[in-house]
């Protein structure tokens, strides 16, 4: 009895599984017939190709062939990977954000290269295997571009997918060197070691300080990447580093071991390539402490004066490597658009995408493609106009992008006096 | 249970799964399958094959241990180094794989053993306790840990790259920190993945019915009882809790070439990942290894499934493990199946008559 029911579920379940698989693939088929996916794209595209070979086909074919391509190529279909959910969902959410506001503006005027440009973004809770997941969910939606993954783990797994499929991707803030290793990817924000070298030079050639601390995040590739080429470039710059304390995500608690570190070894600036939540805690601890050295960040400090419960006074006088200011002449209309429309000042994620949807019209402008053209041709297409292009963007003015994928712009430093960033 | 029985039983397990197998190739084939569901095969397989193995531990030994995800880890990372390892030395990326997936399996067997000598001696709750830290030493040991090779040889380092002393122009690194290995060859097929979880059910299934099985059993369900009949009780519980653990491994290497990137974060390998393979176990039935792989199977494609409920999808989901088990042990759901199931034979019966 018992047996015969669980053997019955056994079968249910089985069903409903293959049932699942096949229902899915039952809507790509339709899908396939009446929008734009992958499939029909190239599948158009062969069939344009042996149109144009075969020139004396009947005019039939290429009657129908033409008919494919209008209701194949009626939108742009673009990809957002971020973490919506969990622990990073803030930098995300902000992508998600700055990447509709973008692709909106962008309906408004017109699109990009006459068609309007559709968004899916996709969540994977910062899980590389979520990542691949949603991408693949994207493949089947039939994404030509995708602007993503957010972070970096999740981003070297899913350029793996991309690669193969050779589908452009442009990543607005994954900043480990091995997200672009292959070349249809490209990124928008700096790379790790160079922020960690940028940073060094910096009080290297201002000379804010000789004797430096550094407490960073050991299982964060972010923060452990900057440290490591601040560290290497530290020696260059004839800065002693007198102190390197290291906390884990799970312990970015309490970090007052750190901070007393810090202070018995006479640390005149203390470096924190790390994220703003628990930079938010670091000064809070160290003003309770009494103990006020520089302190320094980097892009993930980015965000410090919009943390619940904290004193923003205590960030006075903080100094922070930034691509992005909301106080910036060139933000000011961006910063006023994302608050009407999400009720909160933009961070630099929320203008990385927004600049990563702005390069993509740009080099799809110059690169004169269409949505009926096959994933992979867009892709060959537009990685030869990512190098032609420059873009003025929200997060350096300028950019240019080489064939690694890596952009060339400047970091800007910026010091928070009365609540607002000062350029310096 | 007599022979035949038996045999039947696990006849419909493997048949099951080379069914899963079969259809999937023909929806392959004929174009029927979606990116999104080709892309969940592998994890398919491999959190299968871990409930499955965790259902030893805690089906059959009747111990409970929170340290799975931990087991995988080794198994992962020790596959994959191997992997990037012997990259010149071995150009065939299918026999890196199949070496991998052998020390994997090894070093995580070897763990599970050295971990289950003392712990395994105590009565009640400890392996549980044990394993559960276990797990998290493991995650953050691998995450400080740094190896590097040139032409010297291996240099390994607890603090970064730049103390690994590494030659500029001959010098590798392997395993990075927090940021783990990357690069990995994405070896891992659904076919592979399948075969695996073959070799495993083969293993559990032909354990738990033979004599060692038995007395595994014996163990679980009286442990003076079986004492007193002369079964050495740490030896059985040691080979059934390291058997558990290298079948563990292996799934860990299948996961790790299965991505190009591995990193021991919290969402990979932590606790989480431990009780998620614990709920596979329990929602399946203790005991029950067909079970397992179907309850492994569903909650994995489910929150992918469930995609286009947007933000919802982890609340459904969180729904959905609470209906299963209240459907699956709740004394009023079970009383209401029998009813159910004794109509539906009854009306059967009827209308044989």
């Known amino acids: 009895m018992k047996k015969v029911l669980a053997l019955g579920m ?32 190239e599948t158009t595209a062969a069939a344009a190709e042996t149109t144009a070979a075969a020139a004396d086909d009947t005019t039939a074919a290429a009657a129908e ?58 969540d994977d809770a910062n899980v590389e295997q979520n990542s691949v997941n949603a991408y693949n969910t994207l493949k089947d939606w039939g994404m030509q571009m995708l602007v993503g993954s957010v972070t970096t783990a999740p981003c070297i797994a899913v350029a793996e997918e991309t690669a193969i499929d050779n589908m452009f991707q442009m990543t607005p803030s994954a900043s480990a060197e091995e997200c672009i290793a292959h070349d249809n990817v490209f990124r928008i924000c700096f790379s790790d070691p160079d922020q960690g070298t940028a940073a060094a030079i910096y009080m290297g050639e201002k000379g804010l300080a000789t004797k430096i601390g550094i407490i960073y995040d050991s299982s964060s590739e972010y923060s452990s990447g900057i440290r490591e080429s601040f560290v290497a470039e530290a020696a260059n710059q004839g800065l002693e580093i007198v102190a390197e304390e290291a906390f884990t995500a799970d312990s970015a608690t309490d970090f007052s071991v750190q901070i007393d ?34 302190f320094f960040g980097v892009d993930g400090m980015d965000g410090i004066l919009t943390v619940d419960n904290f004193d923003t006074s205590l960030a006075e006088d903080v100094m922070l490597l930034t691509p992005f200011a909301t106080t910036q002449e060139s933000s000011k209309k961006f910063t006023a658009d994302y608050v009407a429309a999400y009720g909160e000042d933009p961070n630099q994620f929320g203008a990385d995408a927004y600049d990563v949807v702005y390069a993509i019209k740009k080099a799809a402008e110059t690169a004169g493609i269409t949505p009926d053209m096959s994933i992979s041709d867009i892709c060959e297409a537009m990685k030869s106009a990512m190098v032609e292009i420059s873009v003025d963007g929200l997060t350096g003015s300028n950019i240019t992008w080489d064939a690694s994928g890596a952009p060339t712009k400047d970091p800007i430093v910026a010091k928070i006096v009365n609540g607002v960033y000062e350029i310096q | 249970m007599t022979k035949n029985k038996v045999r039947i039983q696990n006849a419909v397990t493997y048949g099951m799964v080379i069914l899963f197998w079969v259809v999937i190739q023909v929806m392959d084939k004929t174009g029927h399958l979606t990116s999104l569901f080709k892309g969940l095969l592998v994890p398919l397989c491999m959190y299968a094959i871990l409930a499955v193995s965790l259902n030893l531990t805690v089906g059959i030994l009747g111990e409970l241990s929170l340290g799975h995800a931990g087991f995988m880890c080794l198994g992962a990372f020790s596959g994959a180094f191997l ?38 001696r105590l009565k009640g709750d400890y392996l549980a306790i044990v394993t559960l830290a276990f797990g998290e030493i493991i995650k953050n040991l691998i995450n400080v840990l740094y190896v590097g090779r040139d032409a010297n040889g291996f240099h390994f380092s607890m603090k970064d790259t730049t103390s690994l002393g590494l030659d500029e122009e001959t010098g590798v690194i392997l395993v990075k920190g927090a940021q783990g290995i990357t690069g990995t060859p994405r070896a891992a097929t659904f076919t592979i993945g399948i075969l695996l979880l073959l070799l495993t059910l083969f293993i559990v299934l032909n354990l738990i019915h033979s004599r060692t099985g038995r007395a595994i059993m014996s163990i679980r369900d009286n442990r003076i009882a079986a004492e007193s009949i002369g079964i050495n009780i740490t030896k059985y519980k040691l080979m059934a809790f390291s058997i558990s653990a290298a079948l563990a491994g292996m799934a860990g290497v299948l996961y790790a070439h299965s991505l190009s990137t591995l990193k021991a974060s919290s969402d990979n390998f932590g606790y989480n990942k431990s009780i998620l393979i614990l709920v596979f176990v329990v929602l399946g039935g203790l005991g029950n290894m067909r079970g397992s792989i179907i309850a492994a199977m569903l909650l994995t494609a489910l929150p992918e499934l469930l995609r286009g409920l947007n933000d919802y999808r982890m609340l459904i989901y969180a729904i959905v493990l609470i209906v299963m088990t209240i459907f699956n042990s709740s004394p009023k759901a079970i009383e209401l199946r029998s009813v159910v199931m004794s109509k539906l034979r009854g009306g059967a019966k009827k209308e044989v008559a």
């Open chain 1, 10 to 41: 056994a079968v249910v379940m089985a069903a409903s599984l293959t049932a699942c698989g096949g229902g899915s693939g039952d809507t790509q088929t339709t899908a396939a017939s009446s929008e734009t996916t992958a499939a029909a794209a």
């Open chain 1, 65 to 122: 062939t033409e008919a494919d391509a209008a209701s194949a190529g009626g939108t742009w279909k673009l990809g957002v990977i971020g973490p919506f959910t969990g622990g990073a969902s803030a930098y995300g959410l902000a992508v998600r954000n700055g990447a509709e506001l973008a692709v909106k503006e962008i309906n408004e005027a017109g699109g990009i290269n006459g068609y309007q440009v559709e968004l899916n973004p996709q």
């Open chain 1, 261 to 294: 570190k810090m202070n018995e070894a006479g640390a005149e600036l203390v470096f924190l390539p790390f994220y703003y939540q628990e930079a938010s805690i670091v000064l809070k601890q160290a003003s309770d402490k009494g103990y006020a050295p520089i």
């Open chain 2, 83 to 120: 992997t990037n390892c012997l990259e010149t030395a071995v150009p065939g990326v299918g026999l890196r794989f199949f070496l991998a997936l052998i020390l994997g399996a090894a070093v995580a067997g070897v763990f599970g053993l050295l971990i289950g000598i003392p712990v395994l």
